[in-house]
Nanobody, 117 residues
Framework: QVQLIESGGGLVQAGGSLRLSCAAS????????MGWFRQAPGKEREFVAT????????YYTDSVKDRFTISRDNVKNTVYLQMNSLKPEDTAVYYC??????????WGQGTQVTVSS
């Protein structure tokens, strides 16, 4: 059974940092581009960042550029999101999944990030 387990969220003050992890089990994702997504209360899930299979290319939504860094460890089958200079508008449940909808697997539970002002 394929599972994506996100962790590392929490409550942090504005300007703080968190590092999220996404551990995959049940299959390897080492050949696939992976992404982080988030869903704020009352809003649709949105794209945050993506990383290609080797980790050599990354892409970010404008609102997190220069603050967030996506990375991956294919040996551990894990994807990370380093979040710095957090803002209240970053408050959301964060999820990981494949970048491509074609290879998308069931969404995990996500990890809650709450940024206080």
């Amino acid at each position: 059974q394929v599972q994506l387990i996100e962790s590392g969220g929490g409550l942090v003050q504005a300007g703080g940092s968190l590092r999220l992890s996404c551990a995959a089990s049940g299959r390897t994702f080492s050949t696939l581009a992976m992404g982080w997504f988030r869903q704020a209360p009352g809003k649709e899930r949105e794209f945050v960042a993506t990383i290609n299979w080797s980790g050599g290319k990354t892409y970010y939504t404008d609102s997190v550029k220069d603050r967030f860094t996506i990375s991956r460890d294919n040996v551990k089958n894990t994807v990370y999101l380093q979040m710095n200079s957090l803002k209240p508008e970053d408050t959301a449940v964060y999820y990981c999944n494949t970048e491509s909808t074609q290879h998308r697997v069931p969404w995990g539970q996500g990890t809650q990030v709450t940024v206080s002002s």
